[in-house]
């Protein structure tokens, strides 16, 4: 059984960072990434990473997020450096392309001064 737990958000004020952390167990997908959804916007990927390490970004992000991870410990990390209003959103990790059995209840990032 796959299961996938988020940690790490929060409420920072504009500018601020943040760091999640994605502990996995039972899986061992190639791609892992993080996702976003904002209230009344669909999921969006923000973040992949490969068991490789290589990495690609959403636009929005590209220069203050950086995802990495930790295979020993099947666990996923995104820092989040410079952040804005609209990064606002609860953020879940999931393998790429996201598997639906895999959604966890994610974790809540509040950017707000």
């Known amino acids: 059984q796959v299961q996938l737990v988020e940690s790490g958000g929060g409420l920072v004020q504009p500018g601020g960072s943040l760091r999640l952390s994605c502990a996995a167990s039972?899986?061992?997908?190639?791609?892992m990434g993080w996702y976003r959804q904002a209230p009344g916007k669909q999921r969006e990927l923000v973040a992949s990473i490969s068991r490789v390490g290589s990495t690609n970004y959403a636009d929005s992000v590209k220069g203050r997020f950086t995802i990495s991870r930790d295979n020993a410990k099947n666990t996923w990390y995104l820092q989040m450096n410079n952040l804005k209003p609209e990064d606002t959103a609860n953020y879940s990790c999931?393998?790429?392309?996201?598997?639906?059995?895999?959604w966890g209840q994610g974790t809540q990032v509040t950017v707000s001064s």
């Open positions: 999931n393998a790429v392309p996201a598997k639906s059995p895999y």
């Open positions: 039972g899986t061992s997908s190639y791609v």
